[in-house]
């Protein structure tokens, strides 16, 4: 249908009752789906509505539906950082791909709230731009979330699900267990012999940073108070590897634990220039696993946390906590995933030349 100017306008409800012959609200009742609703339309006028509906190209208001009372099958996705720069890529990739073979199995479209600017380093879902109320309900992402932001989640009532643990009281969440897996891995490389371990993390104070150097910590404190005594933390600086490459050699470590596949892969690299061998000189171990597009690079001995399934399961919470007829008690609005270790190949017994001790 178009205006008297010639340009392109949407066909209305009340457009398509007549061009179907039937009243305004039976369309209205057709295009909103409830089932108990549509039960009560003869099914040739049901078909003959959506007929009209396909050729006219209909589609409906989701903020009128909302309004009406009525869930749109519309999953938002927000992001406190970017999620498409490289240095991105290693988190949300395989995440992605979880939440959306997941919305595809619910039947759900997802929305990218890309629209709240990023300030500083990170977006805030209160920003006056954010049109997450679009949505039925959110997942948000991201390394480190604000205390205050999640109350305020949690406050308004509105559904979400935090893809991550988060501390903050009453925030649903899925979350990988990052401190076992540290844990299970410091346990491995102190059966390989290791006595001098370092740890490279991010600099963040997000909850799966803090988890994994609490993993780390406690391992190495269960093993031997005097190798806890020495193990060596260096936050990384993306844009300076060389600083927390000449931190790890003046570390003495014969392990070293570095959070960030990215910062690993810079670290390995600047190994190789100064003809210091990984593993035989020194083992590397990872936190994550790299991203498929760098493929063919080193095979870290590494956690490989289930980020699809971790995805897919964070959507799925979302959609009983969006079910009317659910009553998800709290104690299964948090699930915790256990994250595999992968052997690698940057893992062996330290040379009996750099051991420190026995």
């Known amino acids: 249908m178009t205006t008297t100017s010639g340009s392109k306008r949407r066909i209305t409800q009340r457009q398509i009752a007549q061009l179907a012959g039937v009243s305004q609200s039976t369309v209205s009742l057709v295009v909103n789906g409830k089932a108990e609703a549509l039960s009560r339309i003869p099914a040739a006028t049901r078909d003959r509505v959506l007929e009209v509906i396909r050729e006219a190209e209909y589609v409906a208001d989701p903020v009128a539906r909302s309004l009406a009372g009525h869930g749109n099958h519309l999953i938002g996705v927000f992001t406190y950082e970017p999620a498409f720069p490289t240095a991105s890529l290693d988190f949300y990739t395989s995440l992605l791909t979880g939440i959306e073979a997941e919305a595809e199995h619910l039947g759900y479209d997802l929305l ?45 009532g509105f559904p979400f699900v935090a893809v991550g643990r988060r501390d903050t009281p009453g925030v649903p969440y899925v979350a990988v267990d990052y401190a076992a897996g540290t844990s299970a891995l410091v346990e491995r490389a102190w059966e390989h012999g290791h006595r001098d371990f370092a740890l490279l993390h991010v600099d963040s104070t997000g909850e799966s940073t803090r988890d994994r150097r609490t993993g780390f910590e406690d391992a190495l404190a269960r093993l031997d108070s005097a190798a806890a005594a020495r193990a060596t933390a260096i936050a990384v600086d993306p844009a300076d590897h060389a600083a927390a490459w000449a931190a790890l050699r003046s570390s003495g ?74 009553d998800v008690p709290e104690h299964q609005r948090r699930l915790t995933l256990d994250c595999a270790l992968t052997d690698g190949a940057t893992l062996v017994p330290p040379r009996p030349t750099t051991s420190a001790s026995a």
């Open 253 to 326: 470590a014969t392990v070293a634990f570095i959070e960030a596949p990215a910062d690993a892969i810079a670290l390995h690299k600047l190994a190789g220039a100064e003809g210091v061998s990984i593993p035989d000189d020194l083992s590397f171990v990872v936190l994550a696993d790299p991203s498929r597009s760098r493929e063919g690079g080193p095979d870290f001995t590494r956690l490989s946390p289930p980020r699809a399934r971790l995805g897919a399961e964070s959507l799925a919470l979302l959609s009983r906590l969006l079910d009317p007829e659910l």
């Open 112 to 156: 990218l709230f890309t629209s709240a600017p990023v300030q500083e380093g990170k977006r805030s879902v209160f920003h006056p731009y954010s049109r997450i109320r679009l949505a039925d309900g959110c997942l948000l992402l991201g390394r480190e979330m604000e205390g205050e932001e999640l109350e305020r989640m949690v406050a308004s």
